[in-house]
């Protein structure tokens, strides 16, 4: 069948993408801005930075067990406890105002992404034909380049204008919505055997070369998403809020063709170039922030991300039969987790010990590690598009 005539955008499609926007929106509006309620509470860098990689820990530790749980078939139920969790966990933080019970709150907010998360991206993998598969997957994560967009501007003036109150509400309310059109959503009756819980079971080896890959990239966007805010505070420039939108701009504009790219041409150029970009990005921050160098370092980080995590993940779920695609999904998920929590961890550290801008500068040795890994192992493994291509396997199926 022609790639061309294979349809893609079904009515079950649109909604899991708004579902899948509205739980990035609820992520990423805290996410932008949790650094700035960890301090209205006392604490430090470090100490936000210490949340970031808790949050993701817990988000890890859960997707583990929830890509089994979706191996089994249990697509639907993970989504609406995930949803249920999201919509609760804002106004949590709006109730239980201290510092312990903040940890307590982002460490269950982890738990409710972890759940919402791997789900969206599961059933979005049942839902997208073969013939189209990583261009349905770019499509899918222009989901989270809107919410890129959308949540960190929004969020940071929010909090700005209104305070953590209706910020916390607004979040809430976004999961509101996602329960509405999770009503009206079908999925795909897909057909798996009970598989037994085993720790061997718990990742999916194919996955394991783009997850370790995005992983190591994704440290470098951990510290970009969790202080870029307050790094444009310190240096007089404009919020991040503007940051963020440029940003998203550019990753938008580069999601509408990454998936179709990847389908016929491999992932290696955004692979290697994503890296690139993000690496220049920050080392112009950290050698010589100003207004012209900001704005363009936000355009390179949106080319960054917005070509790599879509590509990488495509790669990932790519082989995998369905009865693997949630845990070849939580694999995925798992190392872009740990790589923004943990990125958000060392980052918070470096700036308490050397300050910002000496902080971009040394998390630039990950871009460097994330290109080594992908060329002496992603590229070479056979979930890789690039491999298939290039030895005439087909990948359509």
Same mark, same amino acid.
């Given at each position: 069948?022609?790639?061309?005539?294979?349809?893609?955008?079904?009515?079950?499609?649109?909604?899991?993408?708004?579902?899948?926007? *509205?739980?990035?929106?609820?992520?990423?509006?805290?996410?932008?801005?949790?650094?700035?309620?960890?301090?209205?509470?006392?604490? !430090?860098?470090?100490?936000?930075?210490?949340?970031?990689?808790?949050?993701?820990?817990?988000?890890?530790?859960?997707?583990?067990?929830?890509?089994?749980?979706?191996?089994?078939?249990?697509?639907?139920?993970?989504?609406?406890?995930?949803?249920?969790?999201?919509?609760?966990?804002?106004?949590?933080?709006?109730?239980?105002?201290?510092?312990?019970?903040?940890?307590?709150?982002?460490? *269950?907010?982890?738990?409710?992404?972890?759940?919402?998360?791997?789900?969206?991206?599961?059933?979005?993998?049942?839902?997208?034909?073969?013939?189209?598969?990583?261009?349905?997957?770019?499509?899918?994560?222009?989901?989270?380049?809107?919410?890129?967009?959308?949540?960190?501007?929004?969020?940071?003036?929010?909090?700005?204008?209104?305070?953590?109150?209706?910020?916390?509400?607004?979040?809430?309310?976004?999961?509101?919505?996602?329960?509405?059109?999770?009503?009206?959503?079908?999925?795909?009756?897909?057909?798996?055997?009970?598989?037994?819980?085993?720790?061997?079971?718990?990742?999916?080896?194919?996955?394991?070369?783009?997850?370790?890959?995005?992983?190591?990239?994704?440290?470098?966007?951990?510290?970009?998403?969790?202080?870029?805010?307050?790094?444009?505070?310190?240096?007089?420039?404009?919020?991040?809020?503007?940051?963020?939108?440029?940003?998203?701009?550019?990753?938008?504009?580069?999601?509408?063709?990454?998936?179709?790219?990847?389908?016929?041409?491999?992932? !290696?150029?955004?692979?290697? !170039?994503?890296?690139?970009?993000?690496?220049?990005?920050?080392?112009?921050?950290?050698?010589?922030?100003?207004?012209?160098?900001?704005?363009?370092?936000?355009?390179?980080?949106?080319?960054?991300?917005?070509?790599?995590?879509?590509?990488?993940?495509?790669?990932?779920?790519?082989?995998?039969?369905?009865?693997?695609?949630?845990?070849?999904?939580?694999?995925?998920?798992?190392?872009?987790?740990?790589?923004?929590?943990?990125?958000?961890?060392?980052?918070?550290?470096?700036?308490?010990?050397?300050?910002?801008?000496?902080?971009?500068?040394?998390?630039?040795?990950?871009?460097?590690?994330?290109?080594?890994?992908?060329?002496?192992?992603?590229?070479?493994?056979?979930?890789?598009?690039?491999?298939?291509?290039?030895?005439?396997?087909?990948?359509?199926?």
């Amino acid at each position: 069948m022609q790639h061309s005539s294979v349809k893609l955008w079904t009515k079950d499609f649109v909604l899991i993408l708004l579902i899948n926007f *509205l739980v990035f929106m609820n992520h990423l509006m805290i996410l932008s801005t949790f650094p700035f309620y960890i301090e209205s509470l006392g604490g !430090s860098e470090r100490i936000a930075g210490f949340a970031a990689a808790l949050f993701s820990i817990v988000a890890v530790l859960c997707r583990l067990i929830i890509g089994w749980m979706l191996d089994n078939g249990k697509r639907k139920s993970i989504l609406i406890i995930g949803l249920c969790g999201m919509c609760l966990m804002p106004i949590g933080y709006l109730v239980l105002a201290t510092m312990l019970l903040a940890f307590v709150c982002r460490m *269950l907010h982890g738990a409710s992404l972890a759940f919402s998360n791997t789900s969206t991206s599961t059933i979005a993998t049942d839902i997208i034909p073969r013939q189209r598969f990583a261009e349905g997957m770019g499509m899918f994560g222009l989901a989270t380049a809107l919410a890129t967009a959308c949540a960190p501007a929004l969020g940071l003036a929010l909090m700005d204008s209104m305070g953590f109150t209706t910020l916390f509400v607004f979040a809430a309310l976004s999961i509101a919505l996602a329960l509405v059109l999770f009503l009206m959503l079908k999925t795909p009756d897909v057909k798996t055997e009970h598989k037994p819980f085993t720790i061997k079971g718990l990742l999916d080896r194919d996955a394991l070369p783009a997850s370790c890959t995005a992983l190591v990239f994704m440290l470098t966007y951990g510290a970009l998403e969790n202080f870029t805010a307050k790094f444009a505070a310190e240096q007089n420039l404009p919020s991040g809020g503007i940051f963020f939108a440029i940003m998203a701009v550019a990753l938008l504009a580069t999601r509408l063709s990454a998936g179709k790219v990847t389908d016929r041409h491999g992932e !290696s150029i955004f692979a290697y !170039s994503c890296n690139l970009a993000m690496l220049i990005a920050f080392l112009l921050m950290g050698l010589c922030p100003n207004l012209a160098t900001y704005l363009f370092s936000a355009v390179l980080a949106g080319f960054g991300f917005g070509g790599l995590e879509p590509a990488l993940q495509s790669m990932a779920v790519a082989i995998a039969p369905p009865e693997r695609r949630g845990s070849a999904n939580s694999t995925f998920l798992c190392a872009y987790d740990i790589g923004i929590g943990v990125g958000g961890g060392i980052a918070g550290s470096l700036i308490t010990a050397f300050g910002y801008r000496q902080m971009f500068v040394i998390m630039t040795v990950f871009n460097i590690l994330s290109i080594v890994i992908y060329a002496f192992w992603g590229r070479r493994h056979p979930s890789s598009f690039s491999y298939r291509i290039q030895h005439g396997l087909d990948h359509s199926n």
